[in-house]
Nanobody, 120 residues
Framework: QVRLMESGGGSVQAGESLRLSCAVS????????MRWYRQAPGKQRDMVAA???????NYAESVKGRFTISRDNAKNTVYLQMNSLKPEDTAVYYC??????????????WGQGTQVTVSS
């Protein structure tokens, strides 16, 4: 069974930084895309950043230039470096990973979420 565990959330002041981590565990043959989503109260879950297994990245317009997604394939871990945080970045952040377990079994896994709160 594939599991994703996030860490690194917390409460900060506007302009400060946080780094989120998400480790994927289990019997994994390969991980393709890894993504970070966020969901603010009363709003839908939106993608924040994505990274492929070759390192290509994609960002939501609202975080471009402030957030950086990266991954360590040896550790099956994805990171989200968040700089110049704004109150509107306040949300629960979720990591997502898609790939394959042995015997070509596809997985699409989600973490439990980590709260990020930015105060002005």
């Amino acid at each position: 069974q594939v599991r994703l565990m996030e860490s690194g959330g917390g409460s900060v002041q506007a302009g400060e930084s946080l780094r989120l981590s998400c480790a994927v565990s289990g019997t994994i043959r390969s991980i393709n895309a890894m993504r970070w989503y966020r969901q603010a109260p009363g709003k839908q879950r939106d993608m924040v950043a994505a990274i492929t297994n070759s390192g290509s990245t994609n960002y939501a317009e609202s975080v471009k230039g402030r957030f950086t997604i990266s991954r360590d394939n040896a550790k099956n871990t994805v990171y989200l470096q968040m700089n110049s945080l704004k109150p509107e970045d306040t949300a629960v952040y979720y990591c997502n990973a898609v790939g394959y377990e042995p015997y070509s079994k596809y997985f699409n896994g989600w973490g439990q979420g980590t709260q990020v709160t930015v105060s002005s």
